[in-house]
């Protein structure tokens, strides 16, 4: 799992390219999604969701995913669990002051963010609102659709 994930962050701008025609196939299907039902959608579309990011990211389903602000290194990975930058305790070769053979979660995400085009460094740079520990296990994904919609309705009133 380590080295996908930090494959991963190798090609951070690939995949957030990737995430962005996927988000955007999503997006299509809200109406669909919306008369079936979120709710009833939610466990398997995370199951999915899971395993997807999982395997690429070492993802731990927290339900408010990171990944495309954190150059694909999901900080939830961090043993401390920073979800907003480093501790301090990096140590001078990068690695965790916690796990001395693993990077910090927040070197990685660092650099995965230099090589996305476009917002990967300014998006970096926003501060992560707290978890919400009830929404664990939960689709990102689908939260991201219904947000989504929720902003296009307002553009259109």
């Not at 398997?44 to 993802?59: H, N, Q, R, T």
Request: with cysteine.
């Amino acid at each position: 799992m380590y080295r996908i994930r930090r494959w991963a962050v190798r090609h951070a701008n690939g995949l957030a390219r990737c995430y962005q025609v996927f988000e955007n196939v999503l997006a299509m299907l809200h109406p669909l999604f919306k008369r079936v039902g979120y709710e009833r959608l939610d466990k398997p579309v995370a199951v999915v969701e899971k395993a997807v990011k999982g395997v690429l990211f070492d993802s731990q389903m927290c339900g408010l995913c990171t990944l495309s602000s954190t150059g694909m290194s999901c900080p939830m990975n961090c043993p401390k669990q920073m979800r907003n930058g480093p501790c301090g305790g990096v140590r001078a070769n990068g690695n965790c002051e916690l796990k001395a053979e693993m990077r910090c979660v927040w070197v990685e995400a660092w650099e995965g963010s230099q090589r996305i085009q476009d917002e990967g460094v300014e998006k970096i740079r926003l501060v992560q609102e707290p978890l919400d520990h009830r929404m664990k296990g939960s689709s990102a994904w689908l939260r991201a659709v219904r947000e989504r919609a929720g902003e296009q309705d307002i553009e259109i009133k």
